[in-house]
């Protein structure tokens, strides 16, 4: 059955040193049995985003396809909004990735405002790191969700660990809200939220694009002993993923 996953990092210099080779990654993919992946910068997070972002569109311009490149931006730039049209427009990017625990912001601020404004112009979605507190707790993140009802927002990790109950809790107070299953919850806890959010808020992750990538393999197994029907499975696997990507 088709796979696409929603939540991969294609680690690499902008200067080539210590880049992940394109075709690399892609083999690591087929090991897991995935056909095509959201792939999110893990530099742009630290350094130069713009710069960030052009070496992500290159290498998945190598991809055939494969790899489904989100930008990321300073969200407190004076020119975030410009980069992100940018991005979509010019480098055919189709969603936007935030890491608030990382970048060291919080989603409630304003200067998130025109950055979620643009996106929902744009009509991509915007896919939150959420599981780790203080700024990046599925209800925090879901707040956009709320000022935003034309936005789609994913939140990437589904809660990790501690908070998947608050990541259904969001899920099901914001239509626009959707959820990521990918991270260190057990297959239980998946089944859980899939049983109390339904199959058409769901998608899938592995996080892959960390060491080597025995986790991608690990996490597809644990979807497929997921007791679902075919149906709810293609939903999960792929159906739900193109349509928030608008690949369909």
């Known amino acids: 059955m088709r796979i696409i996953d929603m939540h991969t990092h294609l680690p690499g210099k902008a200067n080539g040193a210590g880049r992940r080779q394109t075709s690399d990654f892609l083999a690591m993919l087929d090991r897991a049995g995935i056909d095509q992946a959201v792939v999110l910068t893990l530099e742009g997070f630290f350094s130069d985003d713009v710069t960030a972002n052009n070496a992500l569109a290159q290498q998945a311009s190598e991809s055939g396809g494969r790899l489904i490149p989100f930008c990321t931006v300073d969200p407190r730039g004076d020119g975030a909004v410009a980069e992100v049209r940018r991005c979509v427009e010019e480098l055919g990017f189709r969603g ?28 991509v979605p915007i896919l939150f790191h959420d599981g780790t507190p203080c700024y990046s707790t599925p209800l925090q993140v879901a707040y956009l969700a709320d000022r935003f009802p034309e936005l789609t927002v994913i939140l990437g990790h589904g809660g990790l660990m501690d908070l998947w109950v608050e990541a259904i809790a969001a899920v099901k107070r914001y239509p626009n809200c959707y959820v990521c299953l990918c991270g260190s919850a057990p297959p239980a806890i998946f089944a859980r939220m899939i049983a109390e959010l339904g199959v058409d808020k769901v998608t899938i992750g592995t996080d ?9 393999v690990f996490r597809i197994a644990a979807f497929h ?16 993923a193109a349509r928030l990507l608008r690949m369909e």
């Open 96 to 123: 936007l990735k935030f890491h608030p625990w990382l970048q060291g912001f919080s989603p409630l601020e304003d200067y998130m405002f025109p950055i979620a404004a643009q996106a929902a112009r744009l009509n």
């Open 225 to 240: 002993a997921l007791e679902l029907s075919g149906t709810a499975r293609e939903a999960i696997y792929w159906r739900n």
């Open 208 to 216: 892959a694009g960390f060491g080597e990538d025995y986790g991608a």
